[in-house]
Each structure stands twice: as C-alpha cells, then as structure tokens.
C-alpha cells in the first residue's frame, strides 16, 4: 500500500469516526420532553404539520454542508 493510499484510508476513517461522534454529541445535547410536556408544547404552539410553507425554512442544505450560508 502506499502512502498516499493510507493517507487518503486514515483521513476518510478520522472523518466517518468524527461524523459518529457528532450524531453522539447531538443526542446527548438534545434534552428530553416527556409526553405531558410535548403535550403543553403542542397545545401553546401547535403541531409543525398545521404550520403553513411560509412559516417554515428548509434547513437541509446549510446542515449538509456544514452551516455555510449561501
């Protein structure tokens, strides 16, 4: 094997353990909501499926790449 291909094998393995790691961070950051609590939330704010296209912002692309704002 060569250099270059270990390299390019160590750094794509480093990146799928950090992509791991943050998925674990983001659980871990999440706090939890009991049923009576999202129960509250649902009734004060609403369930997102009543939420019309305009009061929504599709994050998808800023957390795919990284929260780089076009």
Request: charged share 35%; with cysteine; aromatic share 6%.
């Amino acid at each position: 094997m060569e250099i270059q291909e270990l390299k390019a094998l160590i750094k794509e393995s480093v990146r799928e353990v950090l992509r791991e790691e943050r998925l674990l961070l983001c659980q871990v950051l999440v706090p939890y909501v009991s049923d009576e609590e999202q129960a509250e939330i649902e009734a004060e704010l609403g369930s997102p499926f009543e939420y019309g296209d305009d009061e929504l912002i599709d994050m998808t692309h800023w957390v795919k790449h990284g929260g780089q704002v076009l």
